[in-house]
């Protein structure tokens, strides 16, 4: 079965400092993978997505990912942070074979001055 | 092009009412997952409806249920309700089952079911 672990739930930064979010997977082949960004009292939005090729993906709001197959990971970064990415943020991975997409449980992120 | 639309937003009820929520997938969408959110627990996948039927459940008792319409809107109910069922209940739409390919879901704002 698929699964998502992120380890740090809450995690602090100041601003216009670098975040790196961690995301590791369990999957047999290679997973659809994903971050979405949720902001108190909203849904949830897409940042980025992989499914195949470039290791490095660009997403909205200035944030990036890169896949390491050795490494079953997918990290999320972003090289300077603003006030507003104060969200919570979730990794997924899915696949047409499991026809389903699983949920890490989250990482609080909160932005100081 | 609308977004996935939840409704109500605020909800509370009283242990053992039951209670029904909507949500109007993305026109063209034809899967609408559900979802339940609390604090410490992330999302944890309910049931996903798919041309009307139930393609995908997880591991929740049998007071949750779900159906979907033929025009792809979904309600999910929760009967006899209970303190612990208090939660931000999440629907979200894609194409097809599981994301349709591209596995992105389209989230609602959500439900927030409280239980006193």
């Known amino acids: 079965a698929q699964s998502v672990t992120q380890p740090d739930i809450h995690i602090t930064v100041s601003e216009g400092a670098s975040l790196e979010l961690r995301c590791n997977y369990s999957y047999g082949a290679t997973p659809y993978l994903f971050w979405y960004v949720q902001s108190p009292g909203q849904g949830l939005q897409l940042l980025l997505k992989?499914?195949?090729?470039?290791?490095l993906v660009q997403g909205i709001k200035g944030f990036e990912a890169e896949f390491k197959r050795s490494q079953s990971s997918f990290n999320l970064r972003k090289p300077s942070v603003h006030w507003s990415d104060a969200a919570e943020y979730f990794c997924a991975v899915g696949s047409p074979g499991y026809q389903k997409v699983t949920f890490g449980i989250g990482t609080k992120l909160q932005v100081i001055p | 092009k609308a977004g996935v639309t939840q409704t109500p937003r605020y909800l509370i009820k009283t242990r053992g009412q039951q209670v029904t929520l909507s949500c109007s997938p993305i026109?063209?969408?034809?899967?609408v997952s559900w979802y339940q959110q609390t604090p410490g627990q992330g999302l944890q996948f309910l049931f996903e409806y798919f041309s009307e039927t139930q393609r995908n459940k997880g591991n929740f008792p049998g007071r949750f249920s779900g159906r979907q319409f033929s025009n792809s809107r979904s309600e999910m109910n929760v009967s006899t309700l209970e303190l612990g069922d208090s939660a931000l209940y999440l629907c979200a739409s894609s194409v097809g089952i599981g994301g349709g390919g591209t596995g992105e879901l389209f989230f609602g704002e959500g439900s927030r079911l409280t239980v006193l």
């Open positions: 992989y499914f195949s090729g470039d290791t």
């Open positions: 026109s063209g969408h034809r899967s």
